[in-house]
């Protein structure tokens, strides 16, 4: 545990929340998720308050879309491995045998938990819980300068003009699903692009909304592998 204190760049006073933090559901009733709901407000607060004072002329709209990309689950999943969060994550016996200490949604899950933990453990310090938490998205916000110099152009465009400088295939937008009725219909929408392994979905009201979204998560999928 001392490996993963050190990983965090945090002290836990009491180590019994930490271990709270990443108890998984599976593992019986005591488990994270009062403290993951708790982390997942903070983490949007901080991200928020982090687009603000960084980028002063980006609108609302683009620094709604900037967090997204900093707060989901494909984001939170890299960094928590980037602190080796896997091995710690506290199971129960079916989800280890399935390969739970891998799988996205429970490390996203536990890394929120944690965020919430921190901040109870600090005495309710969120200067202490944003540096913290900032720290581990050292480099995270790189894209977002990208884009602000190729002054904000839209996410399709800007993994276009990615992948023509690289000389790859353009991204492959394909509908999956769409739901709904004909006045109120959501887009599920999958970009596969040669850079991932993996094809990456994106949810819109429209098509152009739903590609769009699609793209800004390979941009990120992107950022976060570098």
């Known amino acids: ?21 990443l108890t998984h559901r599976s593992f019986g009733g005591h488990n994270n998720e009062r403290l993951e709901f708790l982390g997942d407000s903070i983490l949007n607060c901080i991200m928020a308050i982090e687009l603000v004072e960084r980028y002063a002329k980006a609108s609302e709209g683009q620094l709604t879309r900037m967090r997204a990309q900093l ?14 969060l896997g091995k710690f994550v506290i199971l129960g016996a079916g989800e280890q045998r399935s390969g739970g200490h891998q799988r996205s949604s429970i490390l996203a899950d536990s890394l929120e938990a944690i965020i919430g933990a921190i901040y109870i453990d600090s005495g ?21 300068d990208d884009i602000k110099e190729q002054g904000h152009k839209d996410p399709k465009t800007v993994l276009q003009e990615l992948l023509q400088a690289k000389k790859l295939e353009l991204p492959d937008y394909q509908v999956v699903k769409i ?18 392994a993996d094809p990456v979905e994106g949810v819109g009201n429209s098509r152009r909304r739903a590609e769009q979204m699609a793209a800004e998560k390979v941009l990120a999928q992107l950022n976060a592998h570098n």
């Open 1 to 21: 545990m001392n490996i993963l204190v050190k990983s965090l760049g945090y002290t836990f006073n009491a180590s019994s929340l930490l271990e709270l933090a």
């Open 71 to 84: 707060v989901c689950e494909d984001m939170l999943s890299v960094v928590a491995k980037e602190l080796n």
């Open 124 to 144: 309710s310090d969120f200067a202490v819980v944003k540096a913290t938490v900032i720290n581990w998205y050292v480099n995270k916000f790189d894209i977002f």
């Open 179 to 196: 739901e709904g009725e004909q006045h109120d219909q959501t887009f599920y929408v999958r970009c596969t692009v040669a850079l991932l």
